[in-house]
């Protein structure tokens, strides 16, 4: 996981550099990006060629951490409190498969608490 931090470290560099451009228009552009390199994944699967699959899935990490930063200052959301949530969500949701709970169902219950919640910040 330490390269993890360090790609992150990484985009937080460039995340400072972008502010002072006249060409960053915030977490948009990012999302956009992101989004075709998925579609460069998606058409790099079937070619069977491993360092370019991983090549374009750090693309896409690299665009994800920079539209992060970029909603940092956007809408208040962190690293740390998205992965947190994550993982939250999903032991809910693998431990209720483990106990034979149908995935559906926890997600359904995950979205009336995502609803309850959102209720309570206003």
Not at 43 to 67: M, Q, S, T
Not at 81 to 95: D, F, H, L, Q, T
Not at 110 to 116: F, M, S, T, Y
């Amino acid at each position: 996981m330490q390269h993890i931090d360090k790609l992150f470290q990484i985009a937080k560099r460039k995340s400072e550099f972008d502010n002072s451009n006249p060409w960053y228009s915030g977490s948009q552009i990012y999302l956009t990006e992101m989004k075709n390199e998925v579609d460069e994944v998606v058409e790099e699967i079937p070619k069977h060629r491993r360092c370019y699959l991983e090549d374009e899935l750090g693309d896409v990490l690299w665009d994800y951490f920079n539209a992060i930063l970029s909603l940092e200052k956007e809408a208040g959301v962190t690293l740390d409190s998205i992965i947190a949530r994550a993982c939250r969500k999903y032991e809910e949701r693998v431990g209720a498969i483990e106990n034979g709970i149908p995935w559906d169902d926890v997600k359904q219950q995950q979205k009336k608490q995502l609803a309850e919640e959102h209720a309570n910040e206003k």
